[in-house]
T-cell receptor, first 116, second 112 residues
Framework: GAVVSQHPSRVICKSGTSVKIECRSLDFQATTMFWYRQFPKQSLMLMATSNEGSKATYEQGVEKDKFLINHASLTLSTLTVTSAHPEDSSFYIC????????????FGPGTRLTVL | QKEVEQNSGPLSVPEGAIASLNCTYSDRVSQSFFWYRQYSGKSPELIMSIYSNGDKEDGRFTAQLNKASQYVSLLIRDSQPSDSATYLCAVNGGSGNTPLVFGKGTRLSVIA
């Protein structure tokens, strides 16, 4: 299957700082990537759809100025959490469409963000 | 609003038994159906894809699709404690740049 990586796997930061999370498709090109957030014992929540070379599409209730998404190449999408606060502490996961025409999505290993 | 429904569980089965996980979806035009496994604290992992009516087998896993009933299931034969996880059903009815619609997942516990 297709491989998606994320970096960093874990980050702890102070309230008010910004954190950038990278999502890479390692062995395929991904025109579309997706960003999810998951709180403990809760379901995946789609945050946004990231399209290479164009603006991301955010889900209702997700602040686009707080969660900046850049999909500058066919293998890299980044999520920047700006001015992070403790309530932003969560498990952030990206996924990418494998590009085989069947809409299979492959997930990265996730980034655990803790804001102090 | 496209919806995917799953029983949240937990579903408890003894080791060696067959675990049966079920999922229904609302969008009749859905074309692609997936099962993901998510261990606690980890990201989801794709374990089965199915696109046409009938059964698809891969090792101990069998996915079943019935488009007329809008029903997808996953059977796990010879269940092992290592199969204990949350299983997510996902459905896609659009193009490759539309997100999957996920169910909330069924928690499976295999008792040794």
């Amino acid at each position: 299957g297709a491989v998606v990586s994320q970096h960093p796997s874990r980050v702890i930061c102070k309230s008010g700082t910004s954190v950038k999370i990278e999502c890479r498709s390692l062995d395929f090109q991904a025109t579309t990537m997706f960003w999810y957030r998951q709180f403990p014992k809760q379901s995946l929540m789609l945050m946004a759809t990231s399209n290479e070379g164009s603006k991301a599409t955010y889900e209702q209730g997700v602040e686009k100025d707080k969660f900046l998404i850049n999909h500058a190449s066919l293998t890299l999408s980044t999520l920047t959490v700006t001015s992070a606060h403790p309530e932003d502490s969560s498990f952030y996961i990206c996924s990418a469409n494998g590009g085989n025409g069947y809409n299979e999505q492959f997930f990265g290993p996730g980034t655990r963000l803790t804001v102090l | 609003q496209k919806e995917v429904e799953q029983n949240s569980g937990p579903l408890s089965v003894p080791e060696g038994a067959i675990a049966s996980l079920n999922c229904t979806y609302s969008d009749r035009v859905s074309q692609s159906f997936f099962w993901y496994r998510q261990y606690s604290g980890k990201s989801p992992e794709l374990i089965m894809s199915i696109y046409s009516n009938g059964d698809k087998e891969d090792g101990r896993f069998t996915a079943q699709l019935n488009k007329a009933s809008q029903y997808v299931s996953l059977l796990i034969r010879d269940s092992q404690p290592s199969d204990s996880a949350t299983y997510l059903c996902a459905v896609n009815g659009g193009s490759g740049n539309t997100p999957l619609v996920f169910g909330k997942g069924t928690r499976l516990s295999v008792i040794a």
